[in-house]
């Protein structure tokens, strides 16, 4: 299984422009959860869906965030516009339970700046 | 005060000590805990889950939990130098809530 895959692994953009992140989660899995982690403020969650659905979005900063999941293979994480305080390492992980008490597999991250 | 809490380290220890990493919670109906190892640079990988109080034992490592006390702890046992990352505490709260804490820096010294 080539586990959770995330693209773009760097994104360095100017503050203002849209950001879009995404992530496959490993096939069968039926969960999926979008982290934010800097040094400041650690590893956060700020959704998760499961069965394709959003269950939880209380993490998501502000309305400058969304997340889509279209499919049990894709999802997005998108960012618009975004800013510098946004400069983070983006996890993407799924899991094969229903809720969010199962173990939880990470995809490598993507690194975003915002200048 | 946070849902999780852990000591920030850094945890020094000599090759073949045991590490003893620490983490508290605060919500009372938090029902799983989790324990996460990340290498610098790396994501998160699990090490070991636990649901129930006592130990739980899986090669070198022994999660224990008391949930009278509110705190969950790992053991590594015969430490490597391959050991060395931070360790991260995640804990579900009831209402689909899931924290993690800000993770122990763990260094193994051969």
């Known amino acids: 299984d080539a586990g959770v895959i995330q693209s773009p692994r760097h994104e360095v953009t100017e503050m203002g422009q849209e950001v879009t992140l995404r992530c496959k989660p490993i096939?069968?899995?039926?969960?999926l959860f979008w982290y934010r982690q800097t040094m400041m403020r650690g590893l956060e969650l700020l959704i998760y869906?499961?069965?394709?659905?959003?269950?939880?979005d209380s993490g998501m900063p502000e309305d400058r965030f969304s997340a889509k999941m279209p499919n049990a293979s894709f999802s997005t994480l998108k960012i618009q516009p975004s800013e510098p305080r946004d400069s983070a390492v983006y996890f993407c992980?799924?899991?094969?339970?229903?809720?969010?008490?199962?173990?939880?597999?990470f995809g490598p991250g993507t690194r975003l700046t915002v200048t | 005060q946070k849902e999780v809490e852990q000591n920030s380290g850094p945890l020094s220890v000599p090759e073949g000590a045991i590490a003893s990493l620490n983490c508290t919670y605060s919500?009372?109906?938090?029902?799983?805990f989790f324990w996460y190892r990340q290498y610098s640079g790396k994501s998160p990988e699990l090490i070991m889950f636990i649901y129930s109080n006592g130990d739980k034992e899986d090669g070198r490592f022994t999660a224990q939990l008391n949930k009278a006390s509110q705190y969950v702890s790992l053991l590594i046992r015969d430490s490597q130098p391959s050991d060395s990352a931070t360790y991260l505490c995640a804990v579900n709260i009831p209402g689909n809530q899931f924290y993690f804490g800000t993770g122990t820096s763990l260094t193994v010294i051969p």
């Open positions: 919500d009372r109906g938090s029902q799983s």
């Open positions: 869906f499961n069965n394709n659905v959003p269950i939880d």
């Open positions: 992980a799924s899991s094969l339970g229903g809720g969010i008490g199962y173990e939880q597999y």
């Open positions: 096939s069968g899995h039926n969960s």
